[in-house]
Structures are given as C-alpha cells and as structure tokens.
C-alpha cells in the first residue's frame, strides 16, 4: 500500500509540473487544396499565375493575360481585363518573359489577330466573379464568346474543356507566335483528331525547344483546314464537327526531346482519362503533397497564407525529362536519366536562401535528384548553373550559388549522388575568371572598374566559398578547405570602417560621394543598406570589424528604422521596405534574424511578426515583391513555424517566433517535428521560454539534427520582452576561426597627399612608389609626379595581395567645366573623369562612364592656354537594352575667353535605330590647327525611349553615357591625358 500511494504521489508531481499536456501531432480538420489561392501574387509585383500544374510538373496550363512587360512575366496580372488564351509552360514570380508556350484559345469566328492592337482579335474579356483557381485546376468564363473554359493537368500533360453556346462555329486558334520571338515552329496534322509539332523561342534563354501532341475530342472540319491551317506554321485555326454540341476536350502533351517523347508524356499519363479523374488525381498528389507540413490555427487567412506559400514552393524546379528518362541537356544533346530525375528552372540566387533549405527537410529524395541534376549540368555544360532555363545557360544573377545547395543538402546529410564530381564541379565554378573572379581571386575583392555590382558578387562569392570549406572539411580535403576559408573571408576587403557599410572600391579609393540609400551599379538590386548585412558565414568576424556586438545592433536598429526611400537609379525590385530593410528582395531575408546573434531576440521576434502579418496578405497583391521561383514563400514557410536558415550550410535553423498555435514537419524517414506555442495572440508575439523534447532549450536556434531527428519545440509565449536567448552563450554564431586573412590595404583619402588604412586595425602597412624598396606606412606622403603606388598589409607573417595604383600628374592650367549633372551613380569618379586618361569598356556597370538621364551633355574643357588643336575625340556608349542610346547630335565649338564660341563641327546620328548590340562610338571632330584655348562639347539627348522598347512609357528616358574626351594638339600630345591624381 506504502508503495502504492508512493508511485500515485510521482504520478501526481510528475503531471503537476507539467505546464501542458503531452504535444501531439498537429491535425488537418479539412481539405489543403482547399485552402490554397492561386491568385495569391498575381497582383502587384509578385509575378505568379494561377493556372494548372502538378507539384514540380513540367506544365503549367494558365491563362495569359498580358504580352509582354515587367508585372506581365507570368503571363497574367490580376488588373488585366482581356484573356489571349491558354498556354502550357509558365515562370513562378520572376522577371523576365519566357516561356508561355503554345497558346490556345477558344473563339467561334476564324480570326488569326490576337486583338492586342485593337483590332478585332480573338483574346476576349473575362471577370473574376466568374473565375476560379485551385491546385491543379483552372476555370474561366469568356464573356465575349460566352465559352467556359476548364483547365487541369497532369506532370507533363494536360486537358482543356470548352464549352460553347452553340454547336456552330466552335473553333479554336493555335498560335506559336504568342509572346517571345519565335525561332522555328511546326503545326501538322496527323488525322481528323490529332496536331503535332514544335516551338522554337528565343528569350531570356536564347535557344528554347519545346514539342507538342495535341488529340482533340471531336474531328476538324476539314474544309477548313484545307484553306487554313497549311497557310502557316506559326498560327492555325481549328473548326469542329460536333452537332450535339458536347463539350469539346483538348488533350495536349509536351516534351522538350522530340514529338513522339511529347505523345509518349501525353499516352502514359492522360491517355483516355477523363477530365475529372485528371482533376481528380491532381488534387488527390496535391493533398498528399501539402500534408507535409500540417498547422492548426483559427485564423483563416493564415492557414490560406499558409498553404498557398507551401504550394507556391512546390511548383518549381520543374521536371524536364519525358516518362521514358530522355531529356535534353545543357549541350542541346539527347541524355537518359539513370537512377534520378532531372529538373530545369533553378532560381538559385533567391532559391539558396531558404526554398532549397526547405527542400533539405521535406524534399530530401527530391533534392537528391536536384544534386544530381546539377551535376549532370556540369557535365554537359562544363559548369554549374546560375539560373538555368530549359537548357539554357542564362547568365542571369550573380553568384555561383548551385555551390550552397550542394552543400547544404550533404551537410544535412543527404546522400545518393557522388561527393566527390559534385565538389569539383564546385571547385570549377569558383575558380573561373569570368565575372570579377579573376580580380576577387587575385585581390580578395573585385574592383569597381573591373565588374559591375562589384561589392555584391564580392560578398555572395565569399559565402559560396565558405560552402565549398566546409564540404572540405566534410570530404577531408585540407588544402581545399584551407583556400577557401581564406577567400571566405573576402568580405574585409569590401568594408569601410569609417561608414561601416560595405562599399565600392574604385582605383583602390572609396567609391565616392557615397549615400548608403543610392542604387548604384556597385550593388545587385539593392544599395548599401541592404548588402551591408551580407556575412552569413561569418557574423563573429564582421562583429569585430564593426566594433562588437553592440554596433550592429545600433546598425540594424538604424536598418528598420531609416526613411523608406532609395535613391539613384530606380530599382523596381526593392519592395516591401520597413525602413531600408527590403523584404520585396532576397538580399535582405536574413536580417531580422541577425538580432539573435547579438543577444537580442525579441527584436528579432517583434520584426518578423511584422513581416509575417503585414507583408503576407490572402489578396492578389498579397506578397511584397516577385515570388521567385518560391524564395518569397519559403521565407514565410520558415518563419511562420519559428525559425530560419539564415547560414545555409551551418545546419542551424535560427528561432524567430511562432505564427501558428501548431505545427508538425512531416518528414521521409516516418518521423515527425512538431512545434507547439502556448498563449499565443497577436499581443502575445513574444518568447517567454522554449523546450525541445521537453528540456528547456536556452540557445536560440535548432540545428538539423533536431528536426530530422523528430520531437517537440514548444513555445511558451508572453506580450512582452523576456530574457530567453540573451546569454552570450544562448546565442547562435558563424566564425571563421582558422587561416584568418589580412584585409588589404586602402587609399583613404588621395589628391597629392596619399592617406593609408586598413578595416583591421593594429595591422602593419606597406607601401612602394614606382617599384622601389617597400617601406612600412606610418604618416601621409605626397605623391608629386605621374607614378605607382602598390600596397600591402600584414600581420602575424599572414599578409595580404598586392594593389597597384596609376598616379596621373596633373596641369594645374587645365580643367574642365560640366554644365550639366551626371547621375551620382555612374560618376566615372568625379568631374574630371572625361579627362582622366581612364577609358570604359563595353559594361556600362564598370565604373568608367559618366551618365546622364534625359540631359544634354555640355562640358567645356579650359585647356589653360591658346594651342593650336588638330583633332578632339569623344567617345559615347550604345547599349539599347539598358536605356543609353547614343546622343542624336554631337556639336564642337571653340573660344578663346569662355564667351564668345564658335561652332568647328557638328554630327548626327540616327540614335534611334533598335540595335541589340553594345558598342561604342568615337566621334572625331578634325580642327586642322585651329587656336584655341576652350573647347566646348555638346551631346544632345535622344529623350522619350522609342514605342518600341520595353521601357517605353511615361518614366521611359533615354540616358547618355559619355568617357574621355581627347584633345590632339598640332605637335600630337594628348593633351587630354595628363589627368587628375587617381
């Protein structure tokens, strides 16, 4: 009796200490479909279309309501009022107009003009009352025609159903002109039934195949083919013998091998299903497939949010092999896929951040597959992708960041592809020379006149390096991980820590005047602001060139709190600013979480619940900036359960706060990770304690290990600041703790007297003019004549590159006046960059022009004293696609007081003319001794961009980029070139 009472009484301590009952997975309590909305992102600038597609499938049937245009890339925007038709391929929240493959479109007169000139066509109003979207399934109403269209899919297939008023006149229109230039294209028929052919477009990816079957319901009126559809193979239309007026299906396959793989795609999944049963097994993988990850929440439109972000992070990449293996790769040959599938559309410069992270937990086969994928890319193309499209290496971005994936997905532990070629496609890719790498490799940083966005490649390349360490470590390889922690560290290079932002070096020199808040080619889509934070691989280092802890949380409170403004060039991908934090775009993604590292996680908590309940909206214009291929959504995926990966590669996941009173990651190995938050309410945003499998956790962060392993993460929430996670132990940390590099050296400040520094202080300076004795820095010196200053920095016998820098000397005599603005951000150095000897190339990012937006240029060169001038030379920058157009007309003029002016010369050109190439056009102005003491240049504007340019419209100027101006005297000086101190 003694022992039972004894054994009652733990029992009873045991559930008395207990704050809850045991936490059990969460439960769905109705269908998942039915709480996705597709049109999620389809207004404002997220870039998403709600059409039909399969979890990672190779179709996407979707309506397209828009041709071409920025907030047009999916195909649809939510503020247009016309349908063009239905088309079988579609891109996910990016930018650019690909794909939109093979339109359809429903009508019942023959008519081939689509209508967008408004003329009579065949695209036709529609309304959203009377329009629907689900996982798998699309519906429309086409008020002009009065036809219902449905739309459903499978992975490579698809069925359209139309239903027409009247049994007369029901005919559809083929068009493969529809949308991106068409290279090559085939309609044929192959019966009463059946078409069969290909399209060929050039975009963003410059060589696309795809290849269809198409098997209709009804048989074609062949009269009507006769006259029609042997006219073109770009546009057919088609008329149907249906007297019953049935509903009329269109079953379509399609391939990017050859027709019959298309045929084989559409017998092997569609065949002579129905359209429901087609519907019905889409939804039915749909439901499996967001059972993933299951919440519990009373809010709706949470749960809508939600599900949809999970939706929107499972339809890319997308499959790009027929059912028999056969895919076309990287090289335009036929492969076959052994033991994995291969996939296509790798956003992977927003995709790294936390969609491919999210895959390592709830994708893991998938991502073996996406390994093996890019590996197979190297392979055929003798490198890892940047962006890839449909075989297509795009270029696109910057980064080599197929390098993260790779390693993340080994260092959590997934296997089934060879390490070792996957580490020397790594490899490869790092150590090429294209884009800055050569400079970033040499110096430790790219230089501004070497590339552009010079800072942010300079700051993702050291984080991809940083991967390819640690897979170095992971594979033993001692050297490898050696090189690569040191070029991990590159980031030194690029801080300034008088401004403590991440800056442009021109000429070894700050780039200058800097304003954190401009948008300047040093930048890749953002400014100062939004790069500054880039460290990820190594937070403890950048705390200690700042000055600790405390500095950055200064600096990030500074973040979130500066006016919501850029300025210089308009970026139209900065969106859904909180001050200068930008959450609109993927640089920023990680910056809320950055207060964990510095001992402070409720502001980490009061951010991102700001962001997750006020840039996530159950609205068409209800995601803050483009989707991105699912790195919008993945984020909020993340955040919403409580934690992110801020470190891909780092196995920690960094603790946020809850949005959902449950959720359980449903993972391949059977287990399950469920997180529970007690007494949570919108007041109730913050973090009082936490448990991992019933232990108190004080660390803020989990790792991998703790989700994959299954278990419990509960929260215990409260309306104000607690102390959890604010122990310097409690917080999460990335170091660099070995082979620690030395930051090399910078100019400071140089006219004539030269000023040295370091971003590591307590570090030795060197420094030699014109290849004499290296000497160490300890006080300004004055460089007086033309000459070469090289540079190095050391420190504990580590030491840094070698810089060298060119020295002009100047004529005090000889200026020149700028009469008009140049735009900040392409200031080529200053005002005496058009006679500073330093000559631009065909980047107009380099660094190296001076521009002017909707400007004439005037400058006039004081050349000191009369001289007699045999030519002038000025050259100016063609680059159409990028808005500089070259000046329509270029006059010459000379004075001997800077008043009275004469005109020697004058030139047109016929700017307007579209050009797809980047040159550079040198105008030659020949005096023949003319005396002289001014010269004054004038470069009239081109002004409005031509109608048709894709920047056409009412913010559409014309810029002006313009470099050296050379002065030819009558004895052959260049009397241009003796330019300022550099």
């Known amino acids: 009796m003694k022992s039972f009472f004894l054994a009652f009484t733990a029992l009873f301590l045991f559930i008395g200490c207990s704050d809850h009952p045991k936490t059990t997975p969460a439960k769905k309590d109705k269908s998942l479909v039915s709480l996705v909305n597709p049109f999620i992102g389809t207004g404002g600038h997220g870039h998403t279309y709600p059409g039909a597609t399969m979890p990672f499938g190779m179709m996407q049937l979707s309506p397209d309501t828009r041709l071409d245009g920025w907030d047009g890339a999916s195909g649809y925007h939510y503020s247009d009022e016309y349908i063009y038709g239905f088309s079988h391929t579609h891109l996910s929240g990016t930018g650019v107009n690909d794909y939109c493959d093979i339109l359809l479109m429903p009508t019942n007169e023959v008519v081939f003009n689509n209508g967008s000139d408004g003329k009579k066509g065949y695209r036709s109003k529609f309304s959203h009352d009377k329009e629907k979207a689900e996982p798998g399934y699309y519906q429309v109403y086409l008020q002009d025609t009065d036809i219902n269209v449905e739309l459903t899919v499978s992975e490579r297939s698809g069925i359209h159903k139309y239903e027409f008023p009247t049994a007369k006149n029901q005919i559809i229109v083929l068009d493969l002109e529809h949308r991106d230039q068409l290279l090559a294209s085939k309609i044929k028929q192959t019966s009463r039934t059946e078409i069969t052919g290909y399209r060929h477009s050039k975009a963003w990816a410059t060589n696309q195949k795809l290849f269809y079957y198409i098997k209709f319901s009804h048989p074609m009126s062949v009269d009507l083919i006769a006259r029609k559809q042997n006219l073109t193979n770009k546009k057919a239309v088609f008329q149907f013998d249906n007297p019953k007026n049935e509903p009329?299906?269109?079953?379509?396959?399609?391939?990017?091998?050859?027709?019959?793989?298309?045929?084989?795609?559409?017998?092997?999944?569609?065949?002579?299903?129905?359209?429901?049963?087609?519907?019905?097994?889409?939804?039915?993988?749909?439901?499996?497939?967001?059972?993933?990850?299951?919440?519990?929440?009373?809010?709706?439109?949470?749960?809508?949010?939600?599900?949809?972000?999970?939706?929107?992070?499972?339809?890319?990449?997308?499959?790009?092999?027929?059912?028999?293996?056969?895919?076309?790769?990287?090289?335009?040959?036929?492969?076959?896929?052994?033991?994995?599938?291969?996939?296509?559309?790798?956003?992977?410069?927003?995709?790294?951040?936390?969609?491919?992270?999210?895959?390592?937990?709830?994708?893991?086969?998938?991502?073996?597959?996406?390994?093996?994928?890019?590996?197979?890319?190297?392979?055929?193309?003798?490198?890892?992708?940047?962006?890839?499209?449909?075989?297509?290496?795009?270029?696109?971005?910057?980064?080599?960041?197929?390098?993260?994936?790779?390693?993340?997905?080994?260092?959590?532990?997934?296997?089934?592809?060879?390490?070792?070629?996957?580490?020397?496609?790594?490899?490869?890719?790092?150590?090429?020379?294209?884009?800055?790498?050569?400079?970033?490799?040499?110096?430790?940083?790219?230089?501004?006149?070497?590339?552009?966005?010079?800072?942010?490649?300079?700051?993702?390349?050291?984080?991809?390096?940083?991967?390819?360490?640690?897979?170095?470590?992971?594979?033993?390889?001692?050297?490898?991980?050696?090189?690569?922690?040191?070029?991990?560290?590159?980031?030194?290079?690029?801080?300034?820590?008088?401004?403590?932002?991440?800056?442009?070096?021109?000429?070894?020199?700050?780039?200058?005047?800097?304003?954190?808040?401009?948008?300047?080619?040093?930048?890749t889509e953002a400014n100062a602001w939004q790069y500054s934070f880039y460290v990820p691989q190594d937070l403890s280092g950048f705390m200690e060139l700042l000055g600790g802890k405390e500095v950055l949380e200064a600096q990030l409170d500074s973040l979130f709190t500066a006016e919501s403004g850029t300025a210089g060039r308009h970026m139209q991908d900065i969106t859904g600013l909180i001050g200068q934090y930008a959450h609109g775009n993927e640089p920023s993604h990680h910056m809320a979480y950055l207060y964990n590292f510095v001992n402070k996680p409720y502001k980490t908590q009061e951010k991102v619940h700001q962001i997750l309940t006020e840039l996530y909206k159950n609205e068409p214009d209800g995601i803050a900036g483009n989707e991105d291929c699912g790195q919008m959504s993945a984020w909020y995926i993340f955040s919403s359960m409580g934690f992110y990966p801020v470190t891909p590669?780092?196995?920690?996941?960094?603790?946020?706060?809850?949005?959902?009173?449950?959720?359980?990651?449903?993972?391949?190995?059977?287990?399950?990770?469920?997180?529970?938050?007690?007494?949570?309410?919108?007041?109730?945003?913050?973090?009082?304690?936490?448990?991992?499998?019933g232990s108190r956790l004080h660390k803020s962060y989990i790792t991998s290990k703790d989700i994959l392993s299954g278990g419990i993460l509960e929260f215990y929430m409260t309306d104000s600041p607690s102390d959890w996670g604010t122990d310097d132990d409690d917080a999460p940390t990335t170091s660099i703790d070995y082979f620690k590099i030395v930051p090399v050296p910078f100019i400071a400040k140089g006219e004539t007297e030269i000023v040295l520094d370091n971003a590591q202080k307590e570090t030795d300076i060197f420094y030699t003019l014109n290849d004499s004795i290296f000497i160490k820095y300890d006080k300004p010196f004055i460089i007086s004549e033309s000459s070469t200053l090289k540079v190095y920095s050391e420190k504990d016998d580590e030491r840094s590159a070698t810089l060298a820098t060119d020295f002009y000397k100047i004529d005090p005599n000889r200026t020149i006046e700028l009469k008009t603005t140049y735009a900040n951000q392409y200031n080529a150095g200053g005002p005496n960059a058009l006679i500073d000897g330093i000559k631009g190339s065909k980047d107009f990012r380099s660094g190296t022009w001076q521009g002017y937006e909707d400007k004439d240029v005037v400058a006039i060169v004081d050349l000191g004293e009369q001289i007699f001038v045999q030519s002038i030379n000025v050259n100016f920058l063609q680059d159409q696609r990028s808005f500089i157009f070259y000046p329509t007309e270029v006059l010459c003029y000379i004075s001997a007081d800077n008043q009275n002016f004469q005109l020697v010369g004058k030139q047109s050109i016929n700017a307007i003319n579209r050009s797809e190439e980047v040159k550079i056009k040198t105008m030659t102005f020949d005096l023949k001794d003319r005396n002289a003491k001014y010269v004054k240049l004038v470069a009239k504007k081109l002004g409005r961009l031509p109608k048709r340019h894709a920047g056409y419209g009412d913010k559409g100027k014309s810029w002006i980029f313009v470099d050296e101006i050379s002065i030819q005297s009558a004895v052959g000086s260049e009397q241009s070139e003796v330019g300022s101190v550099q």
Request: hydrophobic fraction near 35%.
């Open 248 to 523: 009329v299906y269109v079953k379509i396959g399609i391939s990017a091998v050859d027709e019959d793989g298309a045929k084989k795609n559409y017998e092997a999944e569609i065949g002579d299903k129905t359209f429901d049963e087609v519907k019905e097994k889409a939804q039915t993988v749909w439901e499996n497939q967001l059972e993933k990850i299951i919440i519990e929440t009373d809010n709706q439109d949470h749960k809508t949010n939600f599900y949809t972000a999970l939706y929107h992070t499972m339809i890319v990449p997308n499959i790009y092999q027929d059912v028999d293996g056969r895919y076309r790769g990287m090289d335009m040959k036929i492969h076959n896929a052994k033991g994995f599938k291969y996939y296509t559309v790798f956003s992977l410069w927003d995709t790294y951040r936390a969609a491919h992270p999210l895959y390592t937990l709830i994708e893991r086969k998938r991502t073996s597959d996406f390994v093996n994928t890019l590996i197979a890319k190297y392979d055929e193309g003798g490198i890892l992708p940047m962006w890839d499209l449909s075989a297509n290496y795009t270029g696109t971005m910057i980064g080599y960041h197929a390098v993260p994936v790779i390693a993340d997905a080994y260092l959590t532990g997934i296997k089934g592809f060879d390490a070792e070629k996957a580490f020397k496609a790594m490899k490869n890719s790092a150590n090429q020379d294209h884009l800055g790498l050569k400079s970033y490799k040499q110096f430790g940083f790219i230089p501004v006149e070497e590339e552009s966005e010079s800072v942010s490649k300079t700051l993702e390349y050291a984080y991809d390096d940083w991967t390819i360490a640690k897979m170095a470590h992971a594979l033993e390889k001692v050297d490898d991980y050696e090189i690569f922690m040191k070029r991990a560290q590159s980031y030194k290079n690029v801080f300034d820590p008088d401004t403590k932002f991440m800056r442009g070096r021109f000429k070894n020199t700050w780039f200058e005047p800097f304003d954190p808040y401009e948008v300047n080619f040093n930048y």
């Open 649 to 693: 590669g780092s196995n920690q996941y960094i603790i946020g706060t809850p949005l959902f009173d449950k959720a359980t990651i449903n993972l391949e190995n059977g287990k399950n990770f469920t997180i529970k938050a007690f007494d949570l309410s919108d007041t109730n945003k913050y973090i009082d304690y936490v448990r991992l499998n």
